[in-house]
Structure formats: structure tokens, C-alpha cells
T-cell receptor, first 113, second 111 residues
Framework: DTGVSQDPRHKITKRGQNVTFRCDPI?????LYWYRQTLGQGPEFLTY????????KSRLLSDRFSAERPKGSFSTLEIQRTEQGDSAMYLC???????????FGEGSRLTVL | QKEVEQDPGPLSVPEGAIVSLNCTYS??????FMWYRQYSRKGPELLMYTYSSGNKEDGRFTAQVDKSSKYISLFIRDSQPSDSATYLC???????????FGTGTRLKVLA
């Protein structure tokens, strides 16, 4: 299967620890997105990459959050000094074209104790 | 007021019924519309993608866009218990990279 792959699927951490999530997009897709979803809500946009360039960041992405996409392939999302409010599902999606079909991975669920 | 409004449900229907799911939006610039199905603790699965107004059909699914009313719909024919999930609408406009999602409607199809 060559869909969007995310790792880990579930991470439990203590408040104050750093966590990192990885996303491998569909291979020919040069556009990559991170979204966050909490229970009972729709996904909220965090950030967008076109190739290796981060072109847009949401105000939701505080300075504790950083995302990278070295070489325009996989992407990482790091959260430093986690807080309980960071508990959510972190979704990665990729697309072949601007404002095109968006394909999501299965998500990385974060639980901050 | 949220940019995209979606009734959270739950919506319960008997197996075989026609299901109608809807979203309204406030930004008249939205031109790109998608519907997703999301099972519990899974990522959203793309069902339909439409551009501008009109209808699009794919198997048991039909997506409709009425830009004059700022209203989009997803119809599911011959609904099955396996269709029980949360359905999300998403939309965007030219000049931005992000899609705005509704909160999702929970659908239960009863056998």
C-alpha cells in the first residue's frame, strides 16, 4: 500500500516531555499538510509544505511546535515541553496539486499525562 | 459564526435508507469541496471531491454543491451498517493552501 504513513500511531507521554511524529506522504505528492483533531471536532490546519518549503503556518502552531520536511520527502512534527492541552490526533495529509484531493494518514494519537 | 457549519448528529437510519448529510458555509469564495468518512480512531478517508457547483456521483455516493445557497450535500443510497461513521465536509478557495473542515456528522445505520 502506498498511502500516507504515520508513526507512531499512539504516543503516551508525561507533561513537559518532547515528542516527535513522522509522516511519509504518497511518493509522488509534493504537498504535505499537518492537521490536529480533538474529540468531536473536525481537523484543524497546522502547517503546509510544498516540497521542502514550509509555506503556511497556523496561529495554532505555537513556538513549542516545529515541523520540517528535509529534502521534500518525509516530514516530522515535534512538540516540545508538551502540555495536557496538546493531547489530540495529529493527522498528516498529502496532495499532488494545489487545492487538490487531500489524502490523510491514519494519524498519530498523543496522550499527555 | 464558524466558517463551516455541520450538524453533529447522531443521525440514525435503517439499513437501505437514503442518507442526506449537509454543510453550510459563510465564505462565498470557497470553490473546492470534499467529503470524508472517518471511523473511530482512524484517519479521514476521502469520498468525494468537487469543484464549484453541480453534482458528482460515485457508486452509492452523490455530492451536490449549491454555491448560491452556500450549501453542500452528500447523499448515500442503499445505506449499509458499514457506512456507520463520522462524515466530514471540507472546503477551500484559491489563494490559500488550507482546507476548512466541519465538525463532522455521526451516522448510524441500523441493521
Amino acid at each position: 500500500d502506498t498511502g500516507v504513513s504515520q508513526d507512531p500511531r499512539h504516543k503516551i507521554t508525561k507533561r513537559g516531555q518532547n515528542v516527535t511524529f513522522r509522516c511519509d506522504p504518497i511518493s509522488e505528492h509534493n504537498r504535505l499538510y499537518w492537521y490536529r483533531q480533538t474529540l468531536g471536532q473536525g481537523p484543524e490546519f497546522l502547517t503546509y509544505f510544498q516540497n521542502e518549503a514550509q509555506l503556511e503556518k497556523s496561529r495554532l502552531l505555537s513556538d513549542r511546535f516545529s515541523a520540517e520536511r528535509p529534502k521534500g520527502s518525509f516530514s516530522t512534527l515535534e512538540i516540545q515541553r508538551t502540555e495536557q492541552g496538546d493531547s489530540a490526533m495529529y493527522l498528516c495529509a498529502s496532495s499532488l496539486s494545489e487545492i487538490g484531493e487531500l489524502f490523510f494518514g491514519e494519524g498519530s494519537r498523543l496522550t499527555v499525562l | 459564526q464558524k466558517e463551516v457549519e455541520q450538524d453533529p448528529g447522531p443521525l440514525s437510519v435503517p439499513e437501505g435508507a437514503i442518507v442526506s448529510l449537509n454543510c453550510t458555509y459563510s465564505n462565498s469564495a470557497f470553490q473546492y469541496f470534499m467529503w470524508y468518512r472517518q471511523y473511530s480512531r482512524k484517519g479521514p478517508e476521502l469520498l468525494m471531491y468537487t469543484y464549484s457547483s453541480g453534482n458528482k456521483e460515485d457508486g452509492r455516493f452523490t455530492a451536490q454543491v449549491d454555491k448560491s445557497s452556500k450549501y453542500i450535500s452528500l447523499f448515500i443510497r442503499d445505506s449499509q451498517p458499514s457506512d456507520s461513521a463520522t462524515y466530514l465536509c471540507a472546503m477551500s478557495r484559491s489563494g490559500t493552501y488550507k482546507y476548512i473542515f466541519g465538525t463532522g456528522t455521526r451516522l448510524k445505520v441500523l441493521a
